[in-house]
Nanobody, 126 residues
Framework: QVQLVESGGGLVQTGGSLRLSCVAS????????MGWFRQAPGKERRFVAA????????EYADSVKGRFTISRDNAKNTVYLQMNSLKPEDTADYYC???????????????????WGQGTQVTVSS
């Protein structure tokens, strides 16, 4: 079992920044890849970013490339999502997820992830 708890969401103006955090517990954090997804009201959950267990490789959705940065601190069992230059279309509930498969590839689909947090809300005002 893995428990994931997100924090850091809130209300921000267009062009602003937020940093989301996700703290994991229950298994050796440094052994699994992590991802961030988001779900806007009335829409399906979509991939945002992923990071390899070692932190040595990352993957991003095209819509956030150059604005968002995923990182992790294995000593703190935490994965981060730094979000800069925020836009109203970034408004969504953001979820972190754990992929325990230790795939050599970073996966981008919901079904590839084994555990999910409860989500944190991000609202970007125009």
């Amino acid at each position: 079992q893995v428990q994931l708890v997100e924090s850091g969401g809130g209300l921000v103006q267009t062009g602003g920044s937020l940093r989301l955090s996700c703290v994991a517990s229950g298994r050796t954090f440094s052994r699994y890849n992590m991802g961030w997804f988001r779900q806007a009201p009335g829409k399906e959950r979509r991939f945002v970013a992923a990071i390899k267990w070692s932190g040595g490789r990352t993957e991003y959705a095209d819509s956030v490339k150059g604005r968002f940065t995923i990182s992790r601190d294995n000593a703190k069992n935490t994965v981060y999502l730094q979000m800069n230059s925020l836009k109203p279309e970034d408004t969504a509930d953001y979820y972190c997820a754990a992929d325990l498969g230790r795939s050599a590839f970073l996966r981008v689909t919901i079904n590839d992830y084994d555990y999910w947090g409860q989500g944190t809300q991000v609202t970007v005002s125009s």
